[in-house]
């Protein structure tokens, strides 16, 4: 099992610029999330899905759009980069049916906007 | 709402000290997870341990020991004799539920250790 990827590994965009990342898991995992971290400030969450064709907003979401068209899949996408959206973002899931189940972490795609 | 404070940013020990990590929470529920993840210099996230809040036995994982207390909102975290395979990015995290009753982790900032030899 490959687990939880993330495509691109590292990009640098410049402002108003548009890019979509891309999350993959092969645990048949029902929740999928997306975070951002950035320097003295954790991880925060930016949109989840709890399952296939269903997302919602986490704590920081403006400026990103999300979908999860295929269960193994959720897609984060920046329509015009900002400098402010420069920081390395990190896909995870969870098997979901309670809040004991860890979640799983992607290797993150460090993302720079100039 | 629900919070986690992890107050120390930075601890720089030398091999072979004991450390604790702290870690603070908040929350209104009665039933709620918590969690501790690794983040060596490589990136990657990795899970340490989850503790539920009915559950408020110590845990001892080799080097790695958890102290949870209810009574202070704490879920420390122990390593004895320190190595410099330790050095990382802490955090703490706690569960809650969003929408739709999906569970959702809010971290603390993380706390970093440096092992230094």
């Known amino acids: 099992n490959a687990g939880v990827t993330q495509t691109p590994k590292f990009r640098v965009l410049k402002t108003g610029q548009s890019m979509t990342l891309l999350c993959a898991q092969d645990m048949n995992h029902e929740y999928m999330y997306w975070y951002r971290q950035d320097p003295g400030m954790g991880l925060r969450l930016i949109h989840y899905s709890v399952g296939e064709g269903t997302t919602a907003k986490g704590e920081v979401p403006d400026g990103y759009n999300v979908s999860r068209l295929k269960k193994q899949n959720f897609l984060l996408g920046l329509e015009s980069a900002a400098p402010s959206q420069t920081s390395v973002y990190f896909c995870?899931?969870?098997?979901?049916?309670?809040?004991?189940?860890?979640?799983?972490f992607g290797p993150g795609t460090r993302l720079t906007v100039l | 709402a629900q919070k986690v404070t992890q107050a120390q940013t930075e601890i720089s020990v030398v091999e072979k000290e004991d450390v604790t990590l702290d870690c603070v929470y908040e929350t209104r529920d009665t039933t709620y997870y918590l969690f501790w993840y690794k983040q060596p210099p490589s990136g990657e996230l990795v899970f340490l341990i989850r503790r539920n809040s009915f559950d408020e036995q110590n845990e001892i994982s080799g080097r790695y020991s958890w102290n949870f207390q209810k009574s202070t909102s704490s879920f420390n975290f122990t390593i004895t004799a320190s190595q410099v395979v330790d050095s990382a990015v802490y955090f703490c995290a706690l569960s809650e539920l969003g929408q739709g009753g999906s569970e959702k982790l809010v971290f603390g900032k993380g706390t970093k250790l440096t092992v230094n030899p």
């Open positions: 995870a899931s969870t098997l979901g049916q309670g809040p004991y189940n860890e979640q799983f």
